[in-house]
């Protein structure tokens, strides 16, 4: 049977005053053109419960006792990867019978949703301890601080890869027209690796690494790109430069080219993406590389200069005036992967 449309509260508010006027239940029904027995319903409720409101309604008994419930969001917290089969399967251990559909809907009351699990780096206790004590340290230094370091890192950018999400806007069944779709070819149709740095003052040099990085290359690189970066930004004397701990920025001969040049180097702990703000300046050189959609390396390249130099100073400056809030988040989640 087709479920009938509800009235209008407007039109319930009439029928009563129309009943109070001292019309009968049909010339209401005329006047308004609503069945009697309508009519008839309006006016019972109004008398019983002095309101024309939707009343709330009982429904259908939940399946799944309060108890129940409990067990179910006590086995999510225990084990996440749990999946609707192994709660279903629980509950008809304990003496209920109920189907997925409703363990969806009552994992979804109590505010838990299926979501893709995010890959972050390996942690061991070291990485953790390590950036819970890089935080805890610098928590407190001023903003000025970190406005004078020169971010720095490497990155791959494939030509057909997963750079960045990309959204359209299509009609139903339409998702594999030309063009809504994006293409991909096998191992990303080639890539090429990127050295890049930047400051609270904008992004410094951006170069193309044709072969593989080792340590000498890595110094050949600095001694070329670094200290023009620091001048094209006019860093203020003392400078602090930042890289990872890779190996190759980390051997002795690089610490010592270092030292000869006389480059204050920020102690960085291992495994700590998300404390390197230049992560988020890649981010959005993905999403821009993506958008115009290169053919070919040579056109990939040429295309990673040019959105790299078109990055906004603002950005730069917005992602090192926030870096406080990084490390409260370190600490707020005692030393692992945060959301920056």
Not at 6 to 22: F, I, M, Y
Not at 36 to 57: E, Q
Not at 290 to 298: V, Y
């Amino acid at each position: 049977m087709a479920k009938t449309k509800e009235l209008s509260k407007d039109t319930r508010n009439k029928t009563v005053d129309l009943h109070q006027a001292g019309k009968t239940e049909s010339a209401i029904g005329k006047q308004l053109g609503v069945k009697k027995s309508t009519v008839g319903a309006i006016i019972r409720k109004w008398k019983t419960y002095k309101t024309t409101d939707n009343l709330p309604r009982s429904g259908a008994p939940r399946k799944i006792s309060p108890r129940g419930v409990k067990m179910i969001t006590r086995t999510v917290s225990k084990n996440p990867r749990a999946t609707r089969g192994d709660l279903v399967n629980d509950l008809q251990r304990a003496g209920t019978k109920v189907t997925k559909a409703t363990i969806s809907n009552t994992l979804r009351r109590q505010g838990l949703k299926s979501c893709s699990a995010r890959r972050v780096p390996l942690l061991k206790p070291v990485h953790v301890q390590a950036c819970l004590k890089f935080a805890r340290e610098h928590l407190d230094d001023p903003e000025e601080d970190w406005e004078n370091v020169i971010w720095s890192d490497e990155t791959k950018i494939e030509l057909f890869g997963k750079n960045s999400t990309c959204r359209f806007l299509r009609r139903k069944n339409a998702e594999l027209h030309p063009k809504n779709t994006i293409p991909t070819v096998k191992h990303g149709g080639g890539n090429i690796m990127l050295w890049g740095c930047f400051s609270a003052k904008g992004p410094g040099r951006l170069i193309r690494v044709k072969e593989r990085m080792k340590g000498a290359m890595y110094r050949e690189i600095l001694s070329k790109n670094l200290l023009p970066s620091a001048r094209a930004l006019k860093m203020k004397r003392g400078w602090v430069f930042q890289h990872d701990n890779d190996p190759k920025h980390t051997a002795r001969a690089t610490k010592e080219w270092l030292r000869k040049k006389h480059f204050k180097v920020l102690e960085w702990p291992s495994q700590s993406p998300d404390l390197n703000p230049i992560e988020n300046l890649w981010r959005e050189l993905k999403i821009h590389v993506a958008q115009r959609q290169p053919q070919n390396i040579t056109a990939l390249e040429e295309i990673c200069m040019e959105e790299w130099a078109k990055l906004p100073a603002t950005v730069c400056k917005n992602l090192v005036a926030t870096y406080r809030k990084r490390l409260t988040s370190v600490i707020a989640n005692k030393g692992y992967i945060t959301k920056y």
